[in-house]
């Protein structure tokens, strides 16, 4: 198992600015070649506190592959319904130069209402235009003068620039949430899957459809797995715990105010009972974040302990991103937890 970072801003601006966000977060990037964190992971969202500070995840990977030789910039994810498949293909290959070959691509469906209004997109839409957008920018970064006629997008004879520093191209990752259709539909599709465990379904079941899916459809290899938690590590569990709560519950405060248009229902078969995913999401605490393996805090012996029960209940994880500074967290105790964890957690699982 290996370990690297996920910056999900869920900050207000009058509590923390861009300029004062960013900074800290290159900060704790700089201490991933020390540490041996093996990837800088963000996100994709728009018009709200919860995520829009990264509105474009390219920018910020670019950003952050200046300051670290060794990690790998992850999206987690891009939106392919919210971008042409021409413009994402040659952005990506921009930053796939930036980080010398450093890039792992994750593609996510998208699912706040608001985003689609704004954007003009019938939500109704997205799975279409987020399988459509995958294929397309997939034979983008694979090839040369490529012709494609989709229902969203169509080109014909284009070669997008720069081209790809890995070859073919770079990994494809597919974020799933809290659905059997979703994990379903990545295992089919053969790319590896990026999850956050304690928000959906059973975890462990929904793994095991994915692996199921993946075998099903002939894909060669071992599909690979990708957690996004939280994580805060102090020598003093109970300290550890008390520092924590607020922000990681923050956090979940601010992911049911982005969904608040999900009150009255689901507002589209798209994406059928994600009104009863905000409602699990409102009654989240640090503690059943921790009890289903979605939030990894305490002491270093407390952790490892979680870990590796969690490792064994999932039958494997690849990687966990971890979340470190949640809803504000300062920044000397991000860095602090971070130094203790790359210390007395990550060698006991094989990172030196």
């Not at 494609?148 to 997008?153: E, M």
């Not at 049911?256 to 409102?282: H, P």
């Not at 605490?285 to 029960?309: M, N, R, Y």
């Amino acid at each position: 198992m290996r370990f690297g970072l996920q910056f999900f801003p869920d900050q207000r601006e009058d509590k923390k600015s861009p300029v004062q966000y960013y900074d800290e977060a290159m900060h704790l990037i700089r201490l991933c070649d020390e540490y041996g964190y093996s990837h800088v992971r963000t996100v994709e969202h728009y018009f709200h506190h919860w995520g829009g500070y990264s509105s474009n995840p390219i920018i910020f990977l670019t950003a952050a592959c200046q300051h670290t030789k060794t990690a790998r910039m992850v999206t987690g994810a891009v939106l392919p319904a919210f971008n042409s498949p021409l413009k994402l293909a040659s952005d990506l290959s921009m930053l796939d130069a930036f980080s010398n070959g450093r890039l792992d691509v994750g593609f996510a469906r998208a699912f706040l209402p608001q985003e689609f209004r704004h954007f003009e997109i019938d939500i109704d839409e997205s799975v279409e235009r987020f399988e459509e957008g995958i294929k397309q920018v997939q034979l983008l970064l694979e090839n040369e003068n490529v012709t494609s006629k989709g229902k969203f997008h169509s080109f014909e004879d284009v070669t997008t620039m720069p081209r790809p520093t890995q070859l073919p191209r770079p990994n494809f990752y597919v974020a799933a949430v809290g659905t059997p259709e979703s994990f379903k539909r990545a295992g089919k599709m053969g790319h590896w899957i990026m999850a956050i465990p304690g928000v959906g379904s059973d975890p462990i079941a929904l793994l095991e459809t994915y692996r199921e899916a993946w075998i099903k459809a002939g894909h060669s290899g071992k599909p690979r797995i990708m957690m996004a938690v939280f994580m805060y590590c102090h020598e003093d569990g109970d300290k550890a715990r008390s520092t924590a709560k607020p922000h990681i519950e923050g956090h979940f405060m601010q992911i049911v105010d982005a969904m608040r248009e999900y009150s009255e229902g689901s507002v589209s078969k798209a994406y059928k009972n994600y009104d009863v995913l905000k409602q699990r999401i409102a009654a989240q605490t640090l503690e059943s974040q921790i009890e289903s393996g979605a939030a990894f805090v305490g002491s270093p012996s407390e952790i490892i302990k979680q870990l590796k029960d969690f490792d064994q209940a999932c039958g494997g994880c690849d990687e966990l991103s971890l979340q470190v500074n949640p809803f504000g967290l300062e920044l000397n105790k991000a860095e602090a937890s971070m130094r203790l964890f790359g210390t007395k957690v990550m060698p006991n699982f094989g990172n030196n």
